[in-house]
């Protein structure tokens, strides 16, 4: 970065190291207080900066609309059904506050799991943060506390099904008031926590 003391920049072989490593932080990459890794490179999806000097509340580049109280939720699969995971990562600090996976699955399915957890976490802890998710499915079937897939259970998809149920129980018997908001990927670019495999 021009005219940035001590700036540092690393390269990846490929993109999703690259936002592993932006996302979780590399040896390489200064730490920021708060316990976040701050980007180095002046570019990011939407032509953000890193973050915008006005912007004292994360260390992400997030747009101006974006809320940085949240928690934004992703979900990755190696084919459709195939090994799916999901994370959850904190817009403030930039830090992974869960990851959980691989399991066979759907994305759909990694998605609405991800939004439960992270739900479930800011219940436990207290916190009225928002939950940003890219996926209108998920979204839907956490409203409907259900998750409404055509997924097939059978041996393969058994540990899945349980995690499905453990989800649908816990919305059952929990009523939460967080801001479950849609993450504008055509606006915003991709969601903090995507796992960089399109």
Known sequence: ??????????????????????VEGAPEMPARKGGGVRKTSNSSAG?????PDWRTDTVLP?????????????AACSGNPGRMEYRGVDLRTG???????PVFGTNN????LAIVHALALLDKEGRQDALYSDSRNAMLWVRQRRCK?????????????????????WLREHTY????????????GEIPADFGRK
């Open 95 to 101: 830090m992974v506050l869960f990851h959980f996976g």
């Open 47 to 51: 032509g953000l900066q890193n973050p």
């Open 1 to 22: 970065m021009n005219g940035q003391e001590g700036a540092r920049y690393k390269s990846f072989p490929t993109r999703e190291e690259a936002a592993c490593a932006f």
């Open 62 to 74: 997030l747009p101006p609309g974006v809320v940085a109280e949240a928690i934004a939720v992703d």
């Open 177 to 188: 008031t967080n801001p479950l908001l849609k993450w504008e990927t055509g606006k915003w």
């Open 109 to 112: 399915i990694g998605e609405f």
């Open 149 to 169: 897939t055509k997924l097939v259970e059978n041996a393969k998809t058994a540990e899945v099904f349980s995690m499905i149920r453990r989800a649908e129980k």
